[in-house]
């Protein structure tokens, strides 16, 4: 037998069909309970979405270490060949708000909560292993040149190439996506990248700087701009319809995970700034290690609490595991958390898809709306004398050494540290076939800009990182707007 209907105060519901009214015509009566609580909890069924990476899709799996590195840190969920630790993974697109379409050109978030014995390791990355900027301070500039513009209220290419313009660190990322893997075909045909460097630190306290690289073992397939278009008309949930249906046919999509590690020591002489987001370190300088396998098998069961409630944060590390001094990832150490605490409010650690599941959350935090009475009748305060958790004394990471004095920076560059070789390098791999269409979906875009100034200043980017591709690139966009004019 079904259960009875009740109210939220578990009432039991007369009548689910028909207001309440005062006699058959009306007007509605102020005392049916159902009505209102009803239409009131509809007007509330929305909260803020993420200022950024608003839509997306998650699922649950598992992670399983395959290749001893336990020489390299001391994180239990790595320690062994064969360990299993429970995952989430919610992927995304990053400028469309929450009910965008999905198969467009823009990167993907790849954001992987490990719930460890150790407690829950987030590593928020993306799909590409670089990224457009390289201080924290300019993100807000940037992710507004990239969204609606306040008075026109679409996107302007304008502002989008102005912002470039201003930053000629975005031309290896621009390069990266316009190319062939702009648009991934689906979340499970791309790749993941950590994109920032990390610390890894092994139990006698030797530390490493780290890059996470998952590949994707669907092969990775993208979508041309023609291609997209069309999926984007058809079906605007394609990435989620794709994964959730996938998972559902038990056809679990998977990742191999390797890593590049740097001894501590190698840093300070790399010919790149190894903290630089926006440049790779070259495979024949630090080659892929394998780590282990990634496997989704499990759909949430409930989008809104599980996916639209997650919460990331680059700063929920475990012990073995910490940050390097890159900028932007220290940045993004604060921004997350407090993020969310305005999205879900201070007590979202206790949602179920946040919480630990391999140990428990034990500490002095309390109250707050929505608090629920997890920790009872201890005390509220540290130390105490009845037993309370109490510190271990044991950093999470190494100590970084540090030099200079405090002061408003540009990230340092090394010997082969421009803004242009690896933009250069990434064009020169690329078949002629995938220069061709990297110029023609750069070109499509940048001639729709309606100054000259940001056209020119664009151009000498792309001049810099490759003289063919900025004289190609120039001629394809002097060319259709030659076309406009006519
Ligand atoms: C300083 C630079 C950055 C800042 C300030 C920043 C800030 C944010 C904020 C505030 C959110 C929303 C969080 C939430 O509401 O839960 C977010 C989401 C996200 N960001 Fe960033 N971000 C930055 C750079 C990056 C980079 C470099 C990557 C990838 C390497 C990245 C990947 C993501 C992902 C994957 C999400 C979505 C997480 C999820 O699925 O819930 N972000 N970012």
Do not use: C
Not at 150 to 165: I, L
């Amino acid at each position: 037998m079904s259960k009875i209907l009740t109210t939220e105060s578990g009432a039991p519901i007369a009548d689910n069909q028909n207001s309440a009214s005062a006699g058959e015509y009306g007007p509605l009566l102020i005392q049916d309970q159902q009505l209102l609580e009803k239409l009131a909890r509809f007007n509330r069924e929305r909260i803020p979405e993420r200022v950024v990476h608003a839509r997306g899709s998650g699922a649950y799996g598992y992670f399983e270490v395959t290749d001893e590195v336990s020489q390299f840190t001391r994180a239990n969920f790595l320690a062994s060949v064969g360990k299993r630790t429970e995952v989430f993974l919610r992927f995304s697109t990053v400028a469309g708000n929450l009910g965008a379409s999905d198969a467009v050109r823009d990167p993907r978030g790849f954001a992987l909560k490990f719930y460890t014995e150790e407690g829950n390791y987030d590593l928020v990355g993306n799909n590409t292993p670089v990224f457009f900027i390289k201080d924290p301070i300019k993100f807000p500039d940037f992710i507004h040149s990239q969204k609606r513009d306040p008075y026109t209220g679409v996107q302007e290419a304008d502002n989008v190439w102005d912002f470039w313009a201003h930053s000629p660190a975005s031309t290896h990322q621009i390069t990266w996506l316009f190319g062939d893997r702009g648009i991934p075909a689906s979340y499970r045909h791309m790749n993941g990248y950590g994109s920032h460097t990390y610390q890894w630190v092994n139990e006698s306290g030797d530390a490493f700087w780290v890059k996470y690289h998952f590949k994707t073992n669907q092969g990775v397939r993208s979508l041309d701009g023609g291609q997209a278009a069309e999926v984007v008309g058809a079906d605007a949930d394609s990435h989620q319809r794709d994964l959730h249906q996938a998972i559902e046919r038990g056809v679990f999509p998977s990742w191999t995970l390797y890593v590049q590690l740097m001894p501590v020591a190698e840093a300070a002489d790399y010919r790149f700034n190894p903290f630089d987001l926006t440049k790779v370190w070259p495979h024949a300088d630090y080659p892929l290690q394998k780590v282990g396998r990634l496997v989704l098998n499990k759909n949430p069961e409930n989008v809104f609490a599980e996916v639209e409630q997650s919460a990331f944060s680059p700063n929920n590390f475990v012990p073995g595991i910490g940050p390097s001094p890159d900028k932007m990832l220290q940045g993004r150490l604060f921004a997350y958390a407090d993020a969310q605490r305005y999205r879900l409010g201070v007590n979202h650690t206790l949602l179920a898809v946040n919480a630990p599941k391999a140990t428990e959350a034990n500490n002095y935090g309390r109250d707050g709306l929505s608090a629920v009475n997890k920790s009872g009748r201890g005390k509220n305060y540290e130390p105490n004398s009845y037993d309370g958790p109490a510190q271990t004394d044991a950093a999470l990471a190494a100590p970084v050494a540090l030099n200079g004095h405090t002061g408003t920076y540009t990230t340092p560059a090394h010997t082969k540290d421009d803004d242009f070789f690896q933009a250069g390098e990434l064009f020169r791999l690329m078949s002629a076939g995938e220069q061709e269409r990297l110029i023609g979906n750069l070109a499509g875009f940048l001639a729709q800009v309606s100054r000259d100034d940001i056209i020119e200043k664009n151009l000498a980017h792309f001049h810099a990182a490759d003289e063919n591709y900025g004289s190609r690139l120039e001629a394809a966009v002097a060319k259709l707007r030659a076309g406009q004019e006519s």
